[in-house]
């Protein structure tokens, strides 16, 4: 067997026929990540022309010191030790030569898959042998972090879209559903988008994300060759907004006044009761009105609606994936995200998908979790969690990387 460079047209041949990977593992992301500042590379292992294994390399050309990153790890069968292991050299020789100090990968390995509704931890039962054979090769497991201090999320949200859509609906938490019905109802409604639109998201996402609005338009460019990328936004229709405040504040005026007669007319023994439905009656009149001058405002300074959110999907075999998504943080309270992602969930369960991967979370076992919100917004979608091994390191050039670590010391 021979390692080699493999062309693009080979190394997207070899991924379509590996139906277990990421979409971080393809040829449309390292096309997108060759403009942001990163050389790509796709080795393969080939046995007489058939290629056996192979894997994306970024290497950062802004570094001195360099060591190439495989994201989401190796595209090889790891229940193959053999192969691994003489995968594992020839890439250690390749990169040794070409000057590059470490490797550096998160396998697609699953550590453990938590299905929450059930209080359910499965873990795979070959993890452990997996494991002790990556570092019997030399590989140096980088921790199990709890946060995002990895390349790529250690922990990631998965919805099963395999079962009928109004299944999927009952199964969100009844909170949410509450809040996709009131989204719906003020006249918040999803809209699909192209690449001319992709600065929505941007401008949702530039002060959380480090990309830029190229990456979002490569995304979209590349994969749309294959028609798997789709955008989508949410709007509110502020007139509809207006209507439906004016409309609430009307009927909820009118249950006062009927309880302004019923105090009148009630006996001491049940006046007590009535009082107190009428303070929390009041209570939500006030709520109206301040609804209905909010959104009269808007109306008149949206006459044509505002964008309260956005969703960028990329498809990937029978699996839909969240990519990156945004919202107007000063329209929270209409909860358009609930709406965009519940209707993202409809539609792709209807056209067949099976998993919708919602993206990163931090560690779900933390009793204080400084990212507790991003975890409840996705996990109250019915999501399981899936738990990766992490990020790995192997160092192919022993002078390089003593060089690079002795370089850090002295810097601090």
């Known amino acids: 067997m021979i390692l080699k460079e493999l062309t693009n047209e080979e190394f997207k041949n070899f991924t379509d026929t590996f139906y277990i990977k990421s979409i971080y593992q393809t040829v449309e992301y390292a096309f997108v990540m060759g403009n942001q500042g990163f050389d790509c590379i796709f080795l393969g292992l080939c046995d007489n022309n058939t290629i056996v294994a192979a894997s994306l390399f970024l290497i950062d050309k802004n570094k001195k010191y360099k060591f190439a990153y495989s994201p989401r790890g190796f595209l090889i069968d790891y229940n193959n030790k053999k192969l691994v292991e003489l995968y594992t050299k020839e890439i250690k020789k390749y990169f040794n030569k070409n000057q590059i100090m470490a490797v550096k990968l998160d396998p697609y390995i699953i550590r453990t898959t938590y299905d929450l509704r059930y209080d359910l931890a499965t873990k795979n039962q070959n993890y452990d042998d997996m494991f002790n054979f990556f570092k019997k090769l030399g590989y140096k497991h980088l921790g199990y972090n709890n946060y995002f201090e990895a390349i790529k999320p250690r922990f990631e949200a998965v919805i099963d879209l395999s079962v009928p859509y109004y299944v999927l609906f009952k199964n969100i938490n009844k909170q949410f559903r509450t809040k996709i019905r009131g989204a719906e109802r003020n006249g918040v409604k999803v809209y699909k988008g192209d690449i001319s639109n992709l600065n929505l998201l941007y401008l949702q996402t530039k002060k959380k994300y480090p990309r830029n609005l190229k990456y979002f338009e490569d995304v979209y460019k590349y994969w749309s060759n294959y028609d798997n990328v789709e955008f989508f936004y949410t709007k509110l229709d502020t007139k509809h907004y207006l209507a439906v405040s004016q409309k609430l504040l009307r009927e909820q005026e009118s249950i006062v006044n009927k309880l302004n007669i019923e105090i009148r007319n009630s006996n001491k023994m049940n006046n007590k009761k009535v009082i107190n439905k009428k303070m929390e009656a009041d209570r939500l009149v006030e709520k ?125």
């Open 288 to 412: 109206y009105r301040n609804q209905m001058i909010k959104a009269t405002k808007l109306l008149t300074e949206y006459p044509d609606g505002i964008v309260t959110s956005s969703a960028l999907i990329v498809k990937n075999n029978d699996e839909v994936n969240l990519l990156m998504d945004g919202y107007d943080p000063k329209f929270k309270i209409l909860n358009s995200k609930h709406l965009l992602i519940w209707k993202l969930c409809e539609r792709y369960s209807k056209l067949g998908f099976k998993k919708f991967n919602l993206g990163g979370l931090s560690n779900i076992n933390l009793k204080d979790n400084r990212y507790k919100g991003l975890n409840d917004f996705k996990l109250k979608f019915n999501s399981l969690v899936i738990e990766y091994m992490g990020d790995l390191e192997l160092i192919t050039s022993n002078k390089l990387y003593f060089l690079y670590k002795n370089a850090n010391i002295l810097k601090k």
